[in-house]
């Protein structure tokens, strides 16, 4: 299967993401893997990232193209990958495109992990808080929340018209969100 998964910051899509993998033996792809993969290993891109990254911009979309080609192209990415945390805007979803109509292959599945904003944000303080992460503030938490709405959830309006969009429900046991995203994708 080829998927992406979608969702807001705290919608637990990393934790998703890890089981997925496991459930349908496909690599989960997620750019700041990529980015610190690309940035460890020294490579051109990653030098490239790297300057991006260490002024706290956001880097720019033909440097993660290129990476997520790179990565897509990998062996253990033929017969299947899940996405996470790309595509994120309109430009990047046509790009993918052009991505996977050179390789013949196409999306099985968009999967949006949905959840209440104000149980997103208490998760995300919870977790700054766990973690030491004092940069997390509340105001800081709903600013990137916004972000994901102007700029990523348009995504699902360009899937949903491909008749590619599932929408599965966040909250909840960790378990009970794992059996509801393999039953949207089995479906």
Known sequence: MRIILIGPPGAGKGTQAARLQEALHIPAISTGDIFRANVKGETELGKLAKRYMDAGEYVPDEVTNKMVADRLGQDDAKNGF??????????????????????????????????????????????????????????????????????????????????????????????????????????
């Open 82 to 187: 899940l996405l996470d945390g790309y595509p994120r805007t309109a430009a990047q979803v046509d790009e993918l495109d052009k991505m996977l109509a050179a390789a013949d292959v196409a999306l099985d599945a968009v999967v949006e992990l949905t959840a209440d904003t104000d149980e997103v944000v208490g998760r995300l303080l919870a977790r700054a808080q766990i973690q030491g992460r004092s940069d997390d503030t509340e105001d800081v938490i709903r600013h990137r929340l916004d972000v994901y709405a102007a700029e990523t959830q348009p995504l699902t309006t360009i899937y949903a018209d491909r008749g590619l969009l599932k929408q599965v429900d966040g909250l909840g046991e960790i378990d009970e969100v794992t059996d509801r995203l393999l039953k949207a994708l089995q479906a």
